[in-house]
């Protein structure tokens, strides 16, 4: 069964810096492509960053490019997202996908909260 | 960006009526492989989003054989051939064609 628990979310203060960890299982995960997608609470998706098998590219989106950085270990089948410089804005759930673009399997999401 | 317009954003629906929702893409959505990379998915209240359709018209082994995926090009639509309880919920179409990927506003069903 493919698994996929997001992690390390929280509250952080304006300006400061969060590292989300996504744990991978069910599938050979070095042959997938990966993504962070984030949904602010009660409103749409948006598509933040794409990540290669072997991290040979990565694709951001220009709202948290320079910001946020994507990768990957997959020798431990993780993927991670480090967001610094958050604003309020970033305020969201944060979900790691599976295989852009299909987008075929979601995590349960995690709560990132950017507030003082 | 490409910009997935849906309608409407609010369907109200009697059980077992059909339903339908569209998506219009502000691009086309074929990709150099010759695919079309238009996604539906389903997000139950509190639960994270589910994909059903994929390339416009494949149906995920999961997906109720009620739901269906047609269109082509920038015109796109996800039918629900009978409305059942389990089916409130926001349906999202995305498109994987053209980076950044984007998302339509989602559809919410609701029973009437």
């Known amino acids: 069964e493919v698994q996929l628990v997001e992690s390390g979310g929280g509250l952080v203060q304006p300006g400061g810096s969060l590292r989300l960890s996504c744990a991978a299982s069910?599938?050979?995960?070095?042959?997938?492509?990966m993504s962070w997608v984030r949904q602010v609470p009660g409103k749409g998706l948006e598509w933040l960053a794409n990540i290669h098998q072997n991290a040979s590219e990565k694709y951001y989106v220009a709202s948290v490019e320079g910001r946020f950085t994507i990768s990957r270990d997959n020798s431990k089948n993780s993927l991670s997202l480090q967001m610094n410089s958050l604003r309020r804005e970033d305020t969201a759930v944060y979900y790691c996908?599976?295989?852009?673009?299909?987008?075929?399997?979601w995590g349960q999401g995690i709560l990132v909260t950017v507030s003082s | 960006d490409v910009v997935l317009t849906q309608s409407p954003l609010s369907l109200p629906v009697t059980l077992g009526q059909p339903a339908s929702i569209s998506c219009r893409s502000s691009q086309s959505l074929v990709y150099t492989d010759g695919y079309t990379y238009l996604t539906w998915f389903q997000q139950r209240p509190g639960q994270s989003p589910r994909r059903l359709i994929y390339?416009?018209?494949k149906r995920d082994s999961g997906a109720p054989d009620r739901f269906s995926g047609s269109g082509s090009g920038t015109d796109f639509t996800l039918k629900i051939s009978r409305v059942e309880a389990e089916d409130v919920g926001v349906y999202y179409c995305?498109?994987?064609?053209?980076?950044?990927?984007?998302f339509g506003q989602g559809t919410k069903l609701e029973i009437k």
């Open positions: 995305a498109q994987g064609a053209v980076w950044p990927y984007t």
């Open positions: 069910g599938f050979t995960f070095s042959r997938y492509w």
């Open positions: 390339k416009v018209s």
């Open positions: 996908v599976r295989d852009p673009p299909k987008f075929d399997f």
